[in-house]
């Protein structure tokens, strides 16, 4: 809704946001009961962030916004206990919006656009073909895959006062059938017994990323100081699964009764909301004092808690300064992400997907962000 709300013509232009993300997962085997407890490993994340937008006349705005939509990152040491389900994910996607804004009159302005996005995909796992749990004898899974597809999006903010204004916007959900290729490590038993099996191959598969709902609503109790309450609804019932069909049989005779050409993840996802609050003091003319809090539900029940996402719910809390100076702007931010412990018992089928009786605890992440904006 930048289009709306910013007259003249602006560009931010340079937003880099670095995620440093970190949590602890203890497993317990099945068959000795033994407990390792494994942390992630430290790796770096930076989501691109772009917008640009221009005034047409009096009622019509133009924008133009690059940023991420979706993704995840998730690293374990390779040999860990639950590399059997995943070692190694990176999702991201990127999404290009063009829109268009028009101001109805002084109170009401509504806006519309195309969500053009690029979803990119890397999972890595192990598998255990000889039944050895050992690493040594372990098949490695390396998916990569990407695709592009489109959505859209509907916005209108109401002011009918200085003080207070109310937003709603509506993103529709997009499905990517996103295609790569899986190529297999085998070890050299597994070369020597079955040449055949687990041959390097194209792969793919559907993925619906949700719709959102989002609302907020501003007021400014005084001159200098304003207070923004929202929330969002995401539709992840959406993502019900996640199925991998291969181009030819990964695997066959004597090591399982039938040719393995797809395997399924069930994931049953449900809906969840994210509430949040936020403040803004300007304490002179060119700073800006900002805070926030942030609840945001897990989509995932514990009967399909995996290690591709070893997360719970979480909160959120930051703040930045905004500094001001002729026709540029200068944002700063910080976040420290808490995510809730978890703990759960793995069910028959989690005990098919190589995850364990699981507690996921001192699930935390870091973010730093900053913003360099300049209005023509």
Same mark, same amino acid.
């Given at each position: 809704?930048?289009?709306?709300?910013?007259?003249?013509?602006?560009?931010?232009?340079?937003?880099?946001?670095? #995620? *440093?993300?970190? =949590?602890?997962?203890?497993?317990?085997?099945? #068959?000795?009961?033994?407990?390792?407890?494994?942390?992630?490993?430290?790796?770096?994340?930076? +989501?691109?962030?772009?917008?640009?937008?221009?005034?047409?006349?009096?009622?019509?705005?133009?924008?133009?916004?690059?940023?991420?939509?979706?993704?995840?990152?998730?690293?374990?040491?390779?040999?860990?206990?639950?590399?059997?389900?995943?070692?190694?994910?990176?999702?991201?996607?990127?999404?290009?919006?063009?829109?268009?804004?028009?101001?109805?009159?002084?109170?009401?302005?509504?806006?519309?656009?195309?969500?053009?996005?690029?979803?990119?995909?890397?999972?890595?796992?192990?598998?255990?073909?000889? !039944?050895?749990?050992?690493?040594?004898?372990?098949?490695? &899974?390396?998916?990569?895959?990407?695709?592009?597809?489109?959505?859209?999006?509907?916005?209108?903010?109401? &002011?009918?006062?200085?003080?207070?204004?109310?937003?709603?916007?509506? !993103?529709?959900?997009?499905?990517?059938? =996103?295609? /790569?290729?899986?190529?297999?490590?085998? +070890? &050299?038993?597994?070369?020597?017994?079955?040449?055949?099996?687990?041959?390097?191959?194209?792969?793919?598969?559907?993925?619906?990323?949700?719709?959102? *709902?989002?609302?907020?609503?501003?007021?400014?109790?005084?001159?200098?100081?304003?207070?923004? #309450? /929202?929330?969002?609804?995401?539709?992840?019932?959406?993502?019900?699964?996640?199925? #991998?069909?291969?181009?030819?049989?990964?695997?066959?005779?004597?090591?399982?009764?039938?040719?393995?050409?797809?395997?399924?993840?069930?994931?049953?996802?449900?809906?969840?909301?994210?509430?949040?609050?936020?403040?803004?003091?300007?304490?002179?003319?060119?700073?800006?004092? !900002?805070?926030?809090?942030?609840?945001?539900?897990?989509?995932?029940?514990?009967?399909?808690?995996?290690?591709?996402?070893?997360?719970?719910?979480?909160?959120?809390?930051?703040?930045?300064?905004?500094?001001?100076?002729?026709?540029?702007?200068?944002?700063?931010?910080?976040?420290?992400?808490?995510? *809730?412990?978890?703990?759960?018992?793995?069910?028959?089928?989690?005990?098919?997907?190589?995850?364990?009786?699981?507690?996921?605890?001192?699930?935390?992440?870091?973010?730093?962000?900053?913003?360099?904006?300049?209005?023509?």
């Amino acid at each position: 809704m930048a289009s709306i709300l910013t007259p003249g013509f602006g560009h931010d232009f340079h937003h880099p946001t670095f #995620i *440093l993300p970190s =949590v602890d997962v203890t497993t317990t085997n099945p #068959i000795s009961g033994e407990k390792t407890k494994t942390s992630s490993d430290a790796t770096v994340w930076m +989501p691109p962030h772009l917008y640009t937008t221009y005034q047409f006349n009096d009622s019509v705005w133009f924008g133009f916004g690059v940023f991420g939509q979706f993704g995840l990152g998730t690293l374990f040491p390779a040999d860990w206990t639950g590399r059997y389900n995943s070692y190694d994910a990176e999702i991201k996607s990127l999404t290009f919006n063009p829109n268009v804004a028009f101001k109805v009159n002084d109170q009401i302005s509504v806006a519309g656009g195309i969500d053009l996005m690029w979803f990119d995909l890397r999972l890595k796992n192990k598998i255990d073909a000889l !039944r050895m749990n050992n690493p040594m004898y372990d098949v490695r &899974q390396n998916l990569t895959g990407d695709s592009f597809s489109a959505g859209w999006n509907l916005a209108l903010r109401y &002011q009918p006062c200085e003080w207070g204004a109310f937003g709603i916007s509506y !993103r529709s959900k997009i499905k990517q059938n =996103v295609t /790569g290729n899986v190529d297999f490590n085998k +070890p &050299q038993i597994l070369e020597m017994l079955a040449p055949q099996a687990f041959p390097n191959t194209g792969a793919g598969g559907d993925i619906t990323l949700p719709d959102t *709902l989002s609302m907020g609503l501003m007021f400014k109790p005084w001159e200098r100081f304003s207070v923004e #309450i /929202g929330g969002t609804w995401v539709r992840w019932s959406t993502y019900e699964s996640l199925t #991998i069909s291969y181009d030819q049989p990964i695997i066959g005779p004597p090591f399982v009764p039938a040719p393995v050409d797809s395997v399924k993840r069930d994931k049953n996802w449900h809906d969840t909301w994210r509430a949040q609050v936020g403040f803004e003091y300007t304490a002179m003319d060119w700073l800006d004092l !900002r805070a926030g809090y942030i609840y945001d539900q897990s989509p995932v029940d514990d009967e399909y808690a995996d290690y591709l996402l070893p997360a719970n719910s979480r909160h959120l809390f930051s703040f930045g300064p905004g500094f001001r100076w002729r026709n540029w702007t200068l944002d700063l931010s910080y976040t420290y992400i808490w995510i *809730l412990d978890r703990e759960f018992k793995a069910t028959p089928y989690q005990l098919s997907q190589g995850i364990m009786d699981s507690k996921f605890d001192s699930g935390k992440a870091h973010l730093a962000g900053l913003s360099l904006s300049y209005k023509f």
